[in-house]
């Protein structure tokens, strides 16, 4: 039984050496995964910045590390280390997708749906809405946000512009060059109800305003 438990031990000690100290696991190829080739984040950069270096041992990579190192780069929204034994090491990417961009003169400011701010560029993705906050800059991002990722598929994909002067004032420009008047962020499912159905009536088409500020009084010009 002595003998046993030294040779179990002795077995766990060398497997331990093994994973965590020599030379027959380490790391000797890195991938980036999940980065789209026109991204300006590149897979380079992401490897330079991750910490990990060719010839470390595998099993003391550190995840969290790795994580911590990359949210450096803002466009970054999660990382996922994964271990292909005995020598590769893939880090999978998530980029930040950008729902909106808010308006800085002549450039664009990108937010996602967490309403982070994450990059400013000076052309605009396209696809992408602008926001334009003319009154209290907290309040009126919120308000608009709030409106903007809440807001239908078919909607949303015809959205070109959003403006914004605090929780009772935002205002839709769709790509028909139409003008939503949407005011508050209250009744919120019901406005977009009642827009889905305006947009898809008669004459929906010669329709400049729909205005649903008082969803269950709406109007259009």
């Known amino acids: 039984m002595l003998g046993a438990a030294l040779l179990a031990v002795l077995l766990t000690g060398i497997a331990g050496w093994l994973l965590g100290w020599s030379s027959v696991l380490t790391v000797n190829q890195i991938e980036v995964v999940g980065v789209p080739s026109d991204s300006p984040i590149k897979s380079e950069s992401i490897i330079a910045l991750s910490g990990i270096r060719i010839n470390e041992p595998m099993a003391r990579l ?122 508050s962020s209250e009744d919120f499912g019901l406005k977009s109800r009642v827009l889905a159905t305006l947009l898809t009536g008669a004459g929906a088409s010669k329709v400049k305003t729909f205005d649903v500020s008082a969803p269950f009084a709406p109007t259009t010009k």
């Open 62 to 183: 550190s995840g969290a590390s790795v994580k911590r190192e990359l949210a450096q780069i803002s466009r970054i929204k999660s990382v996922s280390l994964i271990r292909h034994w005995p020598h590769k090491v893939v880090l999978v990417i998530k980029e930040r997708i950008p729902t909106a961009a808010i308006v800085k003169g002549s450039e664009f400011q990108l937010i996602d749906s967490e309403n982070k701010q994450y990059a400013t560029v000076s052309v605009l993705p396209s696809a992408v809405p602008t926001v334009l906050i003319t009154g209290d800059y907290e309040t009126g991002l919120k308000s608009a946000m709030s409106v903007i990722t809440e807001l239908p598929v078919i909607i949303r994909s015809q959205l070109t512009h959003v403006e914004s002067s605090g929780s009772d004032g935002v205002q839709l420009t769709l790509r028909t060059g139409a003008r939503i008047i949407w005011g």
